[in-house]
């Protein structure tokens, strides 16, 4: 399998997945434009081509932007649930929108993607689990880690998941009192102490790459969410599964396993 977060953070989410076997792919949410899409996906070696389905996980902007033009572009499917498509204009092309439930399993080529609910301020969130030979899970968005993201994380292989926000930075920063208090909460974002220990109480051995996601431009810097999440999880001996980071602006690595 091949994945890559093509974006992540607050102004743009989107994570591309592939069975390298069937070399179909899918796309976890499309929050950038489809121009920033295909231009990102080019520089990792990709095409849209290869792109079979469009996955959304709620309907907030940042996760939804992109996906009309794309999918009426490449007649590409998107997947939602009914709360979440009748929450917003996913895309102007009713046929090219397919309802799902939040416990749906949907095969697209060579993968299987596994939907799955969590708790955030959105209609009717989930996240999804990809499997092929491999589990990859993409967890975003989510106000604490509940049974089901848990479950996700103990059986994942790869793990894109949430260090939203350093909780001191929060604290200090300049955002209104509501706002500071929804983010912290149970419906609002991980940050990168709840994640970092999720994953070292959760996570198996076979773990290999965590790609921390959703950072906040305003609460959070790459270098703090890396430093944080490495140092909880090394409280575990023999657990020692490479960390990185995914930006808004640029690609990760195509990652393959």
Same mark, same amino acid.
């Given at each position: 399998? @091949?994945?890559?977060? $093509?974006?992540?953070? =607050?102004?743009?989410?989107? /994570?591309?997945?592939?069975?390298?076997? =069937?070399?179909?792919?899918?796309?976890?949410?499309?929050?950038?434009?489809?121009?920033?899409?295909?231009?990102?996906?080019? $520089?990792l070696g990709l095409t849209a081509e290869k792109i079979k389905g469009i996955f959304i996980t709620h309907e907030h902007a940042d996760h939804i932007k992109g996906a009309d033009v794309f999918a009426r572009k490449y007649q590409v499917p998107i997947f939602a649930t009914k709360k979440t498509i009748d929450s917003c204009l996913l895309c102007s092309d009713k046929s090219l929108i397919e309802p799902i439930k939040n416990t749906d399993v949907i095969k697209v080529g060579g993968n299987q993607v596994q939907a799955f609910s969590k708790i955030h301020k959105a209609a009717d969130p989930i996240s999804y689990t990809i499997f092929s030979n491999k589990k990859v899970s993409v967890i975003t968005d989510a106000g604490h880690a509940c049974h089901n993201i848990i479950e996700q994380i103990k059986a994942a292989d790869f793990l894109c998941l949430e260090t939203?926000?350093?909780?001191?930075? $929060?604290?200090?920063?300049?955002?209104?009192?509501?706002? @500071? @208090?929804?983010?912290?909460?149970?419906?609002?974002h991980l940050s990168n102490v709840a994640a970092g220990h999720c994953v070292l109480e959760h996570a198996s051995q076979k773990l290999t790459n965590i790609v921390? *996601?959703?950072?906040? =431009?305003?609460n959070n810097t790459p270098? $703090?969410?890396?430093?944080? /999440?490495? *140092?909880?999880?090394?409280?575990? *001996? =023999? /657990?020692?599964?490479?960390?990185h980071v995914s930006t808004q602006h640029n690609p990760t690595k195509l990652f393959v396993i």
């Open positions: 399998m @091949k994945i890559a977060a $093509l974006a992540s953070g =607050s102004a743009g989410n989107c /994570f591309y997945i592939e069975d390298d076997r =069937s070399e179909t792919a899918v796309l976890i949410d499309a929050g950038i434009s489809t121009r920033q899409i295909s231009l990102r996906l080019a $520089l939203n926000h350093d909780p001191e930075m $929060l604290k200090n920063g300049p955002y209104p009192a509501f706002l @500071k @208090k929804w983010i912290a909460g149970d419906n609002g921390l *996601s959703h950072l906040s =431009s305003t270098d $703090l969410a890396l430093a944080t /999440f490495r *140092s909880i999880i090394a409280r575990r *001996s =023999s /657990f020692s599964p490479k960390v």
